[in-house]
Structure formats: C-alpha cells, structure tokens
C-alpha cells in the first residue's frame, strides 16, 4: 500500500513540476479516474493556496511533529479508521513534501557581485535567539468597525454585509458571497478592511466581482463588499499581488466596470489583468508591475496629473515628479513573497533587512557603519525558514556578518 502511495505522490509532484513523461501521465491519470474520491484529492492537492499551506504545515511538522500530528488528527473525520488515517496524511504531505525538497534544494548564494558559479549553502539552524514565520494574525474590519481576528476563528460564514456574506474557507481564504438573507442596494454600500501586519503570513482574499489579492505583511485593504458604483476602486497600504475579473457591461451602457487600485495620490487602473503594487511606507517609490494584461498608471502631484501605460513584463515606478518605466522586469522575482520565497538578484541590504522585518516583525536594521548599506545579494531561500536560515545565507557571501539581537538585526563588516 504504502509503495502505491508513495507513486502517487511522486507523480503528482512531478505533475506540478511539469516532468512527467507520457507513460506517467498515463498512470496518474488512471489512478485519478478510478473513483470519485481520487479526482477530488487530486484537485485538492494541486490547488496553489491548499499546496502551500501544506508545505508550511509540512515544514511546522518536522520543528514540531508531535504537535502539528495531534492537530491533524483533530481535523480528521472521526470514522476513519487510525491506519488509514496515517496513510492518508503520508500521501498528502509526500506531494508537499517533494515540492519542498525542490524549494529547499534552491536555495543558493553567489559570492559576490560578478561571480557566476553558484555554490550551494548548507545550513544549520541556530537554536539561540530565532525567530519563527508567524501565522495569519490578520484582522478583518467590518463596517460598522466590528473586529475579526482571522487566525482565530473557525471556517464558515464570518459576517453578513449588505447583500454579501463574508465566509473563510477551507484553505483559509476570504470570498464574499451573495447572501438570499443580505439586504439591498437601499441598504448603501458597505465598506470592509483587512489589515495584515508585520509578522503575519500572506492573506488570499476574493472580492465580490471575482477579483483575486493577495496581500502581503504590513500591508492593509479597504474595499466595498459588493460593487455597485460605475468603477470598482479599493484602497490599499503596502504590498498586493493582483488577479482581476473581467467585468460585465455597466448597466447595460456596454461599458466595462474599470478596476482601480488607490493609494495616496496613486491609482493603477485596470479592466482584466495580473499585476503586483508595492507601495510600503518605508520603500523609496511606489512600484507597479504588470504580469499579464495592460494597466494606465496614473499620480497625482501638487495638481500635476502624469499618466502612463505598461505592458507585461514592464515596471511603472512613481518618483516625486514623474513616473519611470523600467523594462524586462523579473516578474516571478516581484511576486516571490505571494510564493511564499525569498528571490534576490543583486538585491540591495536594506531591501532585504526591510523584507525580513516585515515578514519576521523585526525592528529596524542597525547597520554599524554606511558602507555596509550599499551591498548587494543573490540567492534564494523559502519564507518559512526561521530568521536565521536567512541570516545564514547571507553570511555564505564573506562580505558581512549578521546578528540577531532580540528582535533586531545588527549587520557588520566581516
């Protein structure tokens, strides 16, 4: 049985990676086609939002096995007998295992800007002042300002706004849903926000239209629950990933709904497409990359409009006075945090220390002399290894020295 199992497991890893030979599709696809139930682990598996939080349970699984086994018997349906229940368990952690092997084996550091040749990095966690990737500590407000702490509550139906009900699904994520027991239009528009804030892992969202974000940590939304103005205009703080629904014809005027993205003077409009939006606080520019589609991005400065439109593959970044459009832009580099990786290639010190404190709710970086600040980094490495796996990588450079102090990072010439 176990021998079965493990086969699967391996062709659906290799699925995912898309390697699988003529033959092994040939076999997967039998065993999918032998009963109801296979079809529909084989969708669950492959779905991009459940895989991932299995690789983190996975990963949680080997800091802490016993805890992380006794919460899945809990969420384990009660007839199942306990031997079939560990075999269940094996396979879907096997298919989330192997794609972590492959996201663990990445991680790699070059020595140095202009070094070619990668060297593989072998780390060891250090069990002294870590810190840990924390968990969904994100917090939907309501309209009429009640709380939700979304790590605490149970899947299901969380609210009724309006006409919308607010539901948290299996995989953790938040869709709005149309309600038979919501009130009407006359009811006026209801506005919800969520809030994730540093140390938080990443929220997948799903508005009423259709539209998919994902937001990243100390990051926030703020959004009307259906959309029932001429635009479909949300507000937002920090770093999105976003997949927009096209949108039907405006009351029948035969124009299209637009989809703009706000903030601060700032807005990307769209009609269908795929792009990130980085606007965190403590980052020089506001950065717009599209992914697929087409965008118009439009600022506004001391009453000065300036407009631009990016194609995929193409960055808009918004400076005092105008905006900026950089080509040939890596965009699975931008979108690694929705990934859930670290992706740097030549990458700036401050914009990794940034990163690192927003992911790991870290206090500034303290840098003990200016010329450290001007580094640069390539490598890559997953999001949920503890701080100082990161730090560690880093380190494989020769070029500085990093120290977790507290929750401070303290980097030093090597």
Do not use: C
């Amino acid at each position: 049985m176990i021998t079965k199992l493990e086969n699967i497991g391996k062709l659906v890893g290799k699925y995912l990676q898309k390697e699988l030979t003529e033959e092994e599709q040939k076999q997967l696809n039998e065993w999918i086609n032998e009963s109801d139930d296979n079809k529909k682990l084989f969708e669950k598996w492959t779905d991009a939002e459940d895989l991932m939080r299995n690789i983190r349970d996975w990963e949680r699984l080997e800091n802490d096995k016993q805890d992380v086994w006794q919460k899945m018997d809990i969420g384990a349906e009660k007839e199942i007998r306990h031997s079939r229940l560990l075999s269940f368990l094996w396979w879907k952690y096997a298919v989330a295992a192997s794609l972590l092997v492959v996201a663990l084996a990445g991680a790699w550091l070059w020595l140095g800007p202009g070094k070619q040749q990668p060297t593989e990095v072998v780390v060891t966690p250090k069990e002294v002042n870590d810190v840990k990737p924390n968990t969904k500590n994100a917090v939907l407000t309501l309209d009429d300002g009640t709380t939700i702490v979304l790590d605490s509550v149970q899947n299901g139906t969380l609210a009724t706004q309006g006409r919308m009900k607010v539901e948290k699904t299996a995989n953790g994520q938040i869709a709005y849903k149309t309600s038979p027991n919501g009130v009407g239009l006359e009811g006026g528009v209801f506005y919800n926000t969520i809030t994730v804030p540093k140390g938080s892992d990443v929220i997948f969202l799903t508005l009423s239209d259709g539209s998919k974000v994902w937001m990243n940590a100390a990051s926030s939304i703020r959004y009307p629950t259906a959309f029932i103005a001429n635009e479909r205009k949300v507000e937002i703080t920090g770093e999105a990933y976003f997949e927009i629904a096209s949108s039907p014809t405006n009351n029948g005027s035969g124009h299209k709904k637009s989809f703009i993205v706000s903030k601060d003077g700032m807005d990307v409009k769209v009609l269908g497409t795929k792009f990130n939006v980085n606007a965190y606080e403590n980052e020089e520019n506001i950065k717009v990359t599209l992914l697929e589609g087409r965008v118009s991005v439009q600022s506004t400065a001391n009453g000065k409009v300036t407009s631009v439109t990016i194609k995929p593959g193409q960055q808009a970044v918004l400076g005092e006075k105008n905006i900026r459009v950089i080509k040939d832009i890596n965009g699975n580099q931008v979108i690694a945090w929705k990934e859930g990786k670290f992706v740097f290639k030549k990458t700036n010190i401050q914009l990794i220390m940034r990163q690192m404190e927003r992911w790991y709710d870290l206090d500034p970086t303290k840098y003990k002399n200016e010329t450290l600040k001007q580094f640069g980094f390539n490598g890559e490495i997953s999001r949920y290894n503890n701080a100082s796996k990161v730090i560690e990588l880093l380190e494989k450079t020769g070029t500085a020295s990093f120290k977790l102090e507290g929750k401070q990072i303290i980097v030093s010439q090597q």
